[in-house]
């Protein structure tokens, strides 16, 4: 791999290290406001509103100017969204109006996000041939996993009694910080991770791609944004890879909710506990990820999607696990098989949208289409929690939506294959079409 690949996985790494440390953190800071357990996972669903409501301008944004200055003012962004939280109590604010404050702080941190997104993935396109994007895009979700692993465990961890009490005895002479929770200290620690990532991305080399300039009128990059949306879409390739990683994503972000919860009620474990076990899952997906990046071609990237009914499948499991060691083994094998699927469909994806369309806006493309089947099923699982759904009859009516899901994409692809016996001749294909 060339040298600028290595840093930006560094930058990489901190930034999704601090956006998963936060995502505990503001789950901790809803709880110290007395929420309704539905409104914790509106904490993930006003993050992905921003992606979908910015999906129209952050492609262009990406491909406006060098990825990794797009990078470094994007976790600008991120570090003033955790700065915003702290207004609630600046105010004295409680209960409601509190946790607002706390939502829109935490979508200010979801637009930093968004924009970060299309320059992360889109300068792998430019830095790497096509038959280095699986073995590049492998080392990014790992590492990317990686992160969550160690950004959920310190979320725990920063808010854990003992290691909160040791940041809250930490005061600057004559000044009162006004920083007296646990949850307020982990921000704080969390900004200074933002800003170790910024300085990354400062580091990042200038790839040389230019594209045409950006269009700037809201409405011409609106009808443009919808222009690549249906090109994307009616790719018999990119269509089945952009499924592939829609219902992955949409899927992915509500099962870190509901193991979250898993944890609460099915193994009595406190949030810092229960949020460990987030990170176990991801543990698994990194093996998942690093195995397909290793045995995986580009060219065999659809030979991974029965793993997909496997891993919904799987999940049914999750019921019937009550000592911890079948809890670790059955969320890293959920993991892994997740992982594995995922990154072959990620690269084949990034493949035909930069072939179709261009870096940035193929990503942001990609962002809006997860982004929002995250709304959807992180909505439909807060409206089950708010129905007071046992956790467990929620993981089953998830298991079989997923697993009945990627049936319906392995029928869809067939159906491409039959109409088009040739299809797979334009996986790594340089060309338009």
Avoid at 3 to 28: E, H, K, P, V
């Amino acid at each position: 791999m060339k040298r600028g690949f290595y840093t930006i996985m560094a930058a990489q790494f901190f930034s999704s290290l601090a956006d998963n440390a936060l995502f505990i953190a503001a789950i901790a800071l809803i709880m110290q406001l007395q929420g309704p357990a539905w409104m914790t996972p509106m904490v993930k669903w006003v993050f992905a509103l921003s992606y979908v409501l910015l999906a129209a301008f952050v492609g262009a944004y990406a491909d406006s100017k060098p990825k990794g200055t797009v990078m470094f003012q994007t976790n600008l962004v991120k570090i003033a969204g955790c700065g915003l939280m702290f207004f609630y109590d600046a105010f004295g604010m409680t209960g409601l109006q509190g946790e607002y404050v706390v939502f829109l702080a935490y979508a200010l941190v979801g637009v930093g996000a968004a924009a970060y997104s299309p320059a992360k993935y889109g300068i792998l396109t430019e830095l790497l041939p096509p038959e280095d994007l699986v073995k590049g895009n492998g080392w990014i979700e790992a590492l990317t996993v990686l992160s969550i692993i160690f950004g959920t465990v310190l979320g725990g961890v920063l808010i854990s009694p003992k290691i909160s009490a040791m940041l809250l005895s930490f005061d600057l002479p004559g000044i009162n910080t006004g920083i007296d929770t646990p949850p307020e200290a982990a921000i704080c620690v969390i900004m200074a991770l933002y800003a170790i990532a910024a300085g990354f991305n400062l580091a990042i080399p200038d790839t040389g791609a230019r594209y045409p300039k950006q269009e700037r009128n809201p409405v011409k990059l609106v009808n443009e944004f919808a222009h690549c949306v249906r090109t994307l879409w009616k790719d018999k390739l990119g269509q089945i890879s952009l499924a592939v990683t829609t219902l992955f994503w949409g899927a992915g972000a509500t099962l870190q909710l509901i193991v979250i919860e898993w944890g609460r009620q099915h193994l009595g474990l406190p949030l810092n506990q229960a949020s460990i076990l987030m990170g176990v899952a991801a543990l698994g997906t990194i093996v998942g990820a690093v195995i397909a990046g290793k045995f995986v071609t580009l060219k065999r990237a659809l030979s991974v999607l029965p793993v997909g009914i496997a891993m919904g499948l799987v999940v049914m499991l999750m019921p019937l696990a009550t000592n911890m060691p079948f809890v670790y083994a059955l969320l890293i094998v959920v993991g892994g098989l997740g992982g594995f699927f995922v990154v072959p469909m990620n690269a084949l994806l990034q493949h035909r949208g930069h072939v179709l369309l261009s870096a940035g806006h193929s990503i942001a493309v990609q962002n809006f289409n997860e982004q929002l089947n995250i709304l959807v099923m992180v909505a439909a699982y807060s409206l089950l929690l708010g129905l007071k759904l046992h956790v467990n009859t929620i993981i089953i009516v998830y298991g079989l939506l997923v697993a009945g899901l990627m049936l319906a994409i392995m029928a869809w692809n067939r159906a491409n294959h039959r109409a088009d016996p040739n299809l797979d001749r334009l996986i790594g294909s340089a060309k338009h079409h």
